[in-house]
C-alpha cells in the first residue's frame, strides 16, 4: 500500500507540475495560430491604428473593427476594444443620451477594457500577431475558447468579446463581433431591428467556471480562409 | 468421506462465491461444495482417497480468491518477573526456543514479556511457563485479553475499506466539484480562473487526472480482482465497476488527448469524476457492509463471548487458576457465586442455584446439587461448587451451540440456491446488455459520449452484490436469534422449510407432559399385595429409562421397598418388559401386551377404563402367564403446553399428538391441552409411518418429540423439533433443538422461520428491484421517451445503497421478539 500511495502521490506531483506549466496551455498557443489565420486572410484590412496606438481589424463591411494595443503604457483609455457603428442601433431605436459614458464617440460606439499599464516590448517591430501574443503572454485570462462555436475569443469586459475560428475551414463564422445587448436595450433598442447585427442566445461559460446561456448581438462573418492547424 | 471449512477471502459478491463453488465443485473427489459469501466460508464434502485440502485450497486461489489459513499455532504473551538485563531475557529466550512445539519466541526487556508461538497439540501452556520458572524467572499471571483472531481480521478489513473510502473522498470531492461546478449554475462557488475549462481545458484534464489516481490506487483491487475474474471469464461484481470505471477513464484520456491535439471541446466529454465518484460510493458501500455484515453474527460472537477465560482446578487440595485450554476431563473443579461455570461435568459437592439462562434462554435459575449436570458458560448464583469436568473444549454443550449456529448461519436455504444461480448468469448478462445498449444508442445517432455513459451506467447499476447478501444475512440474523432465545436451527434449509409447516405432530410424554411421571394407583387383583406388586413391577423395571417404568421404580423408592434380583430380562419395544424373578415369569407393560400374550384382562377391564378417562396410564402386571393387577402412572401436563398448543392453532396449523400410550389416557391427554387429532397406540416404529400417513395427505409435517423413539419420526417429518431435555440421538435427529422444555418455543421457531423468510423474500425484492427496475433506467428508456438519462454517478450511489438497504434489513431482524 506505501509503494502504492508514493507512486499516486509521484504522479500527482508530476501532473501538478505539468499542470502549473505554462507548456499546457494549449488555448493560447492555438489561439496565436488561428489568430495569425485570420490576420493573414484580412490582409489590408488588418492596420496599424496610430491614433489608438495599436492595431485595428475592421469587419469586411467595415461596420465593426477590432483594436488591439501595441503598448499598454502608451494607449489612455482601453488596451482592448470594439469599435462599431452607432447608426444601426440609434435607427433600431438607441436613446444615445442612455448610453454610459463614453461608449459614443462620434458617430461610433466604444466599448472595451484596459489590460495593464505594461511597457511593451518586441524583440523586432511590433506586428499585429506580435501584440496579440502579448496579449496571450500577459493577460491570459481575457482569452478564452468558446465551445459551442469553436471560436477563440477576446474579452474586452462586461460580455463583449471579439472571437475568431479555431479552424476557419469548417467553420461558418470564421470571426465574430459580440455585443453584450444589454447598455442597448437599456437605451431603447429593438433587438430584432439593429441592421448588421444577430441578436441570439449563446451557450457560454461566465467568469466563475459555469455554463450560462445569455443574450448577445453577433456580427459573423465567413473569410473562406484556410486552417490554422497545421 | 470427509468434510472440511475453509475460509476465503477476496470474494465481493454472489459472484465470486458461484465461481469458487464451481471451482471447487469440478474437482475430482469434491461431492458437495458449498460457497457462503456472508459468511465468507467454503463447505466442502470430499473423498480423502481422491483429492485433499491442499488441491482444494489450490483450485480457491487459481480462481482468484485467497485461503485465509487458521494457524495451528497458538501465540501468547507470558509476563515474566526477575529479569534484570538482556542476557536474562536472552537466557529465557533460549530456554523456551529449546522446548518442542514452540515454533517462535521473542522476549523482550523492556516490557518483560514474552510472545511465544506454539502448536498447543504439541505442547502445552503450562509447560512453557514451567520453562520460564525453571530457568530462574517467575512467569506471571497470563494477560486477560485473548486474541480473537477473526475480529481483529475484520476489523482491519472494516478500517482498510474506511481508509480507501477516506482516500477516495478527499480526492473525489474535488473532482466532483471542478466537474460539476459548470454544470450547476445555482452553486454559488466558483472554478478557480486558472483551471476555466475553457480558458485552461489542459490544466482542468490534468487537474482531474491529478485527483482520480489516488482514487484508483484505492479501489485498486476493483480492477486486479475484476479483470483476473473477466479474463477468466468468469466477471464478478468488481469485473462490472473495473470495465465501468475504465470505460469512464479511457474516455476520458482519449478526450485528454484531443485537448492536447486543439480539440479543445472534448473538455465538455472528461468523466473523471464518474469513475472516481463510482470508486468511492462503492467503497462507501463496501465499509457499510462490512460493519453491517459484521453485526449479523453478533449472535455467535455472544455465544463465543461466555466462555469464561480461567477455572480453579483443585489439585492436591490446592486452588490453582489455570486457563481454560488446560482444564482436562477429570479435573475438579471449584465454582465460587457469581463465577461462570468453565466447562461442562458433574456436580461432586455443594448445592446452588445456576443460571443457565445463556444456554437455554431460560430466565428461572436451576438448582443443582451432587450428581447434577452443570454446563460450561452458565452462571452459578449462590453456593459454591465442586464438580468433576466431563466435557471440555470443542465437546462442551457451549462449544457444540456455537458449532451448529455457525454451521446453521453457513448453510444455504433453498431459496438461497435460486439467488446464487441467478447471479451467476446476473454479471454477462450486464455485460451483454450495457454492450447492446451502448451499440444500439450509437446507432442510432447519439455521440459517442452518449453511448459510454449509457454503458458506464448499466455496467455500475446492475452490481449483484445484493442479490449475493439476501438470503445469507437473513439467516446469520435469524438462526443467531433463535439461538439467543434458546432455538437452535441447524440449516438454513429447517429455516426455510419451517415456515411452510401446517400440520404439528407432538409426542406425548415428555413434549407435552413433563415426562415424569408418578405412580398414581395401584390395584392388584385379589390374593396379590399392593407393596408385593409394585416391588415385582419396580424390580422389573429398575433398568429401564422408559419414563412410566422409572416412575414405578421411584414409586418404590418412595415406599422404601427392596429391589428384587432380575434373573431374565427381555424388553419389548412399544409393549413392556418381559422379566424373571425370583423364578416368577413377569411382563410388564400395555394392553397390547397382554392381549399378545392371552392375558384375559376381563377382572380390570372396568378399573383400566376409569384410568384411562383419568388421563392416568395403566400398567399392567402378570406373573406366570395371570393378570395380577394394575399400577397407574399419570404425567403432568407441562405449564406451557395448552397455550403453545392454541397459538399454534390461532396460526393455522393443525395440531396432533402422537403416543404409544392407550387412546383413553391419550384422549384425556390431548383433552386438556385443546388437541383434536390423537394418534394413540401407536407403537416406535410406526411413528415415523404416522408421520408419513399425514404427509401422504399433502401435509407439511413438523415432529415434535423428546426420547430415542421419536427419533425416525422426526428425521421422516418435513422438520423435526427436539425438546432439549431429550435425548442426544433425538436432538441429532431433529432440525430444530429447543434448548428449554417450553412448548412455546414451538411457535416461536415458526414465528421466526416466518418472518426470515419474509425478511428474505423482501431483500430478494429488493435487490432484484434495483436491478430490474435500475438496468432499463440507466440503459436510456426513459431517455428514449423523453425523460431524464440517468447520471453514471447516481447509477453507483444506487448500486452501493442497494447492497447497505438489504444488510439493514436483515439487521431488524434482530428486533425479533419471541412468544412468552
Known sequence: MIKKLLLSALSITAILSLTACNKLDVVGDQSIKSFDAVVNILGDQVTEDTEFGGWSLASPDGGARFLWSEDYSKTTSNDVQLVVKAQPFIDAGLDVTKLPEGVLVGEDLILGTELGKDALTYSGDATPLSSYEQIVKLYRDNISYHAALDHYGVKLSNGNMFEWAKDMTTNDKDIVFVLNPDIFINAGVDTSKVEGWVFAQVETMDDNGKKITVDKFLKPFELDGQSAEK | MSKETIRISGMTCAACAQRVQKAVGKIDGVINASVNFATEKLSVEFDEAAVNIPVIKDAVEQAGY??????KFNQVTIPIGGMTCAACSQRVEKAIEKLEGVSKVSVNLATEKATVEYDSQVIRLSAIKQCIEKTGYQALELDKNTVDEDKIRKEKEIKTLWTKF?????????????????????WPFPIPKALNPMVFPLRFALL???????IIVAGYKFYTIGFKALIQRSPNMDSLVAIGTSAAILYSIFNTYQIISGNFGAVEGLYYETAGVIIALILLGKSLEAVSKGKTSEAIKKLMGLAPKTAIVIEDGKEIEVPIDEVEIGNVILVKPGDKIPVDGVVLEGTTSVDEAMLTGESMPVDKKTGDKVF????????????????????????????????????KAPIAQMADIVSGYFVPIVCSIALLAFLAWLIAGEPLAFAVTIFISVLVIACPCALGLATPTAIMVGTGKGAENGILIKGGEALETTHKINTIVFDKTGTITEGKPEVTDIVPVEGVQSRRLLQIAASGEKGSEHPLGEAIVRGAEKESLEILKVEQFEAIPGHGIEVVIEGIKVLIGNKKLMDDRQISLESLRETSDRLAGEGKTPMYIAMDGNISGIIAVADVVKESSAKAIKKLQEMGIEVAMITGDNRKTAEAIAKQVGIDRVLAEVLPQDKSNEVKKLQGEGKKVCMVGDGINDAPALVQADIGIAIGSGTDVAMESADIVLMRSDLMDVPTAIKLSKSTIRNIKQNLFWAFGYNVAGIPIAAGILHLFGGPLLNPIFAAAAMAFSSVSVVSNALRLKRFKAYK
Open chain 2, 66 to 71: 485467497g485461503v485465509i489459513e487458521d494457524s
Open chain 2, 166 to 186: 477516506i482516500v477516495a473522498s478527499v480526492f473525489g470531492l474535488p473532482l466532483l466539484y471542478f466537474a460539476m461546478v459548470p454544470m450547476v449554475s445555482w
Open chain 2, 208 to 214: 482531474q487526472i491529478s485527483l482520480v489516481i489516488p
Open chain 2, 376 to 411: 460450561a458458560a452458565s452462571i452459578n448464583k449462590n453456593g459454591m461448587i465442586k464438580f468433576k469436568a466431563t466435557k471440555v473444549g470443542s465437546d462442551t454443550a457451549l462449544a457444540q451451540i456455537i458449532k451448529l449456529v455457525e454451521d446453521a448461519q453457513g448453510s
